[in-house]
């Protein structure tokens, strides 16, 4: 099955890349003429005055120590992006045409917080992106020192990628620990959660298993993402909460959306759901076109690959992976089990009923193929939440013959103030993208 097939209003798509197109063209056009006439960009330091910069909350994981002697060591895949402020032109007449695109050109000229939502969304797809810029990571650590940690330089996509290490013998399974920019007061930061090497892991998927997408609808995503609102998928809150009561995991949502929406993601997020690690798809920070087309295209690929990046930093945790049928969550979560059966415990995939050209994606075939030679109790297809709220006690009982019931995660009420003395890190970056 072709998850391109749900594109059902390709007109739609290719009006939105018309739009936007034409809204770059003179700016895509200076940027190559000085790109032409100018040498490669020198490494920069960031700037709170001229860049905007986001942090990535994260998931730690400890390296077993090379010798019994010593202690196993914390490391994080630490993800920063970096824009340059006011790189956008004016951009009302580009919000009005959006709008009109999905239906929304009688409500755009009278609802102002409507055209203000929509701008305010839009403009990361837009923002254009600072390349070949360094940046100082704080931490403070539970030993009362300051871990200090040069990241970057930026790529192109102004995106930098590495891991860095943190080896307090402080830090125990559960701590959770905010890192800040320095230079950019407490305006700029991110969350790491550490998790040990054993215990339960979650892998949930965010449109339309969490979260109310249409994905299957070009107009759809657009109206989602832009104009409304998110909404959690009703009854999902609550079996998100109890799993985290029950099992205490580690959290890790896998979307195929794009980097762009991550401030939206993130919020949306923190208002319903655990905390945890967000993965979301590298693409195109200045095409707004793509955004639809990262929904639908290669999404089996792509979250088998973050899959195998996730069980190489946990690979003794049990997993629950945790769907929807609008796209290739079944056949991707089918593959990760069939190469790790022992890792995966469990495969719950909800099936969208309240969207509509799905009959072929809900057919009892299409699960039965995907589910082909795993066991029938590991997946499970629910419509409604609570038809898989028993089975969390289930995986808690099965999981107390293996291993001590998990102490809660740690979170303090009030971060400490940063100490006078510190530590500086001295490893060396591994450049590498989720």
């Keep these: 099955m072709s998850s391109d097939t749900n594109l059902k209003d390709p007109t739609v798509l290719h009006r939105v890349a018309r739009v936007v197109h034409a809204w770059k063209r003179e700016s895509n056009m200076l940027q190559m003429v000085t790109s032409f006439i100018s040498k490669p960009p020198s490494i920069q330091t960031a700037d709170a005055r001229q860049h905007t910069v986001w942090l990535f909350d994260n998931t730690a994981y400890q390296v077993p120590a090379p010798t019994a002697s010593r202690q196993a060591s914390w490391h994080a895949e630490v993800v920063a992006c970096a824009f340059r402020k006011n790189s956008r032109r004016d951009i009302t007449k ?45 931490t403070p ?35 959770k620990i905010r890192s800040y920019l320095r230079g950019w007061g407490n305006q700029v930061f991110m969350d790491t959660i550490f998790a040990g090497p054993e215990g339960w892991l979650v892998i949930s998927d965010i449109d339309d298993t969490i979260k109310y997408t249409k994905t299957s609808e070009t107009t759809g995503i657009l109206r989602t993402t832009f104009v409304e609102d998110p909404k959690p998928i009703a009854g999902m809150p609550q079996l998100y909460a109890h799993i985290q009561n029950q099992l205490v995991p580690a959290w890790f949502y896998v979307s195929a959306s794009p980097y762009n929406l991550y401030p939206f993601l993130h919020g949306f997020l923190g208002s319903y759901f655990s905390p945890g690690t967000m993965i979301l798809r590298d693409s195109s920070w200045l095409d707004i076109s793509e955004l639809v087309k990262s929904f639908t295209v290669n999404t089996h690929e792509y979250k088998v690959d973050r899959g195998e990046k996730i069980h190489g930093w946990f690979p003794k945790r049990q997993v629950l992976c945790i769907g929807d049928s609008t796209q290739q969550d079944p056949e991707a979560y089918a593959e990760l089990y069939k190469r790790h059966p022992h890792w995966i415990q469990a495969i719950w995939i909800r099936k969208v009923t309240d969207v509509p050209h799905l009959d072929e994606q809900n057919a009892p075939e ?4 995907a589910f082909a ?46 100490p006078k003395d510190l530590v500086m890190s001295s490893i060396s970056p591994d450049q590498s993208i989720y």
């Design 94 to 138: 580009l919000v009005a045409m959006i709008a009109d695109l999905i239906g929304l050109d009688g409500e755009i000229g009278t609802d102002k917080e409507t055209r203000h939502r929509i701008t305010e969304r839009l403009q990361p797809f837009l923002f254009h992106t600072a390349s070949a810029h360094l940046m100082t990571l704080e």
């Design 141 to 175: 650590l539970p030993n009362s020192t300051i871990q200090m940690q040069k990241i970057g330089p930026t790529d192109e996509s102004g995106i930098s990628s590495q891991t860095i290490s943190a080896n307090s013998k402080h830090i125990t399974d559960g701590t």
């Design 366 to 369: 299409r699960f039965k193929t």
């Design 373 to 418: 030679g795993i066991p029938e109790h590991v997946w499970r297809v629910f419509e409604q939440p609570a038809e898989v709220h028993h089975l969390v006690a289930e995986l808690k009982s099965s999981s107390r013959q293996a291993q001590s019931p998990k102490q809660g995660l740690v979170y303090p009420q009030k971060l400490p103030p940063p």
